[in-house]
Every structure is written in structure tokens, then in C-alpha cells.
Nanobody, 127 residues
Framework: QVQIVESGGGSVQPGGSLRLSCTVSGPTLAYYAIGWFRQAPGKERTGIASISGRDGSTWYSDSMRGRFTISKDNAENTVYLQMNNLKVEDTGVYYC????????????????????WGQGTRVTVSS
């Protein structure tokens, strides 16, 4: 059974940076697409970034492109989300999830396509 553990959340000021980690136990990351989702206070959980297990290609939502970078370390079975120039509206709980098998083409991650989820890590951006 796949287990996912996220870490790296915290409190930062606007303009600051955080790096979230998502460690997946089980089959190699090459088998999955990994998606990052964010649930802002009072809002639905939405997909913000994903990375392919097939070829390492990536997808970002428009509001994250240029500020966030998703990457993975196959040897460590860990996916990272580097978040720079954080804004107040980035506040929320960030979740990592697996999609199996990794699709041929990435699009906006949809919750229904992802089967295993972590517990989430909280990010607070405030001055």
C-alpha cells in the first residue's frame, strides 16, 4: 500500500520561500504522476502542479508558473515543490497525491484522478 508523507510547511512572510517534500513509499516514482494540491481556507482543494513519472515533464497552474518548481529525486522516492515569492493567497494546506499509471500527457491535476494522498502540510503566508 502506498504511503505518502508531506513535510516542509510553515509560516513565512510575503516574498519568502519554502520547499515542500513528498515522500512516497511503495513502487518507484517512475510509475506515478505526482500532483500537488492546495486547499485554501474555505475553498476547494485544487491542483497546482504535477510531474510525470514517464519523462519528468511538468505542469503548473498559471498563478504558480514562474514562482513554483516541482522536481523529483527518484532515488529518494521524493517529490519537491519549491515555492518562491510566496503571496498571502498561497496560504493553505498543501497535499501530495499519486496518479497511477502516469498519464501520457499532464494536465491540471483533478482530485478524482489521484488515488493515494498524504495528510497535508500547512503553509501560512502573512506579514
Amino acid at each position: 500500500q502506498v504511503q505518502i508523507v508531506e513535510s516542509g510547511g510553515g509560516s513565512v512572510q510575503p516574498g519568502g520561500s519554502l520547499r515542500l517534500s513528498c515522500t512516497v513509499s511503495g513502487p518507484t516514482l517512475a510509475y506515478y504522476a505526482i500532483g500537488w494540491f492546495r486547499q485554501a481556507p474555505g475553498k476547494e482543494r485544487t491542483g497546482i502542479a504535477s510531474i510525470s513519472g514517464r519523462d519528468g515533464s511538468t505542469w503548473y497552474s498559471d498563478s504558480m508558473r514562474g514562482r513554483f518548481t516541482i522536481s523529483k529525486d527518484n532515488a529518494e522516492n521524493t517529490v519537491y515543490l519549491q515555492m518562491n515569492n510566496l503571496k498571502v493567497e498561497d496560504t493553505g494546506v498543501y497535499y501530495c497525491a499519486t496518479q497511477e499509471p502516469s498519464p501520457k500527457r499532464l494536465g491540471q491535476p483533478r482530485m478524482t484522478d489521484f488515488s493515494s494522498w498524504g495528510q497535508g502540510t500547512r503553509v501560512t503566508v502573512s506579514s
